[in-house]
């Protein structure tokens, strides 16, 4: 039995949409689906023009999954575009990025998703303190050498 999939992270989740070809009743068109992950590897790659190791590290994938994932996109957008097939953005196995925030008065830290149009929060929701912070979450890296994190 395979292991399950690893949930990859997106900046925001993309609103599923359908692109297809002007003038052709969609309910005669092949559907392509280019999964919520995909587009998000597209846009770091090639819209963002950013290194693949970079984006992966983004993604939370390996830099191979990566380039699987983009070499998938690619051909699913180039069929849909040569074939003139309609393109349905949805679904997938991924996680929207978030922001961790704390209070400066009684340490609670709580997370806004990215994206969500909350944008910054004015009070702590726990005290209603003023005094809060973006936290940066750090992740442990492995020293090469000995292997402990």
Known sequence: MP?????RRVWREATP??????????????TITLFHEELEALR???LENRYQEEAAEQMNVSRSTLQRIVNEAHVKVAQ??????????????FR??????QCADCGHVW??????????????????????RLRRMRRRRMDRKSGIR
């Open 96 to 101: 929207v990025a978030t922001h961790y925030w």
């Open 44 to 46: 770091l790659v090639d």
């Open 17 to 30: 949409a359908i692109f297809k070809p002007v003038g052709v009743p969609l309910h005669q068109l092949n």
């Open 3 to 7: 292991r399950p999939r690893k949930r």
């Open 111 to 132: 997370e806004v998703e990215h994206g969500s149009g909350q944008g910054a929060p004015a009070r702590c929701p726990r005290c209603r303190s003023s005094y809060i």
């Open 80 to 93: 849909a575009l040569t074939e003139g097939a309609a393109l349905h953005i949805e679904g997938g196995t």
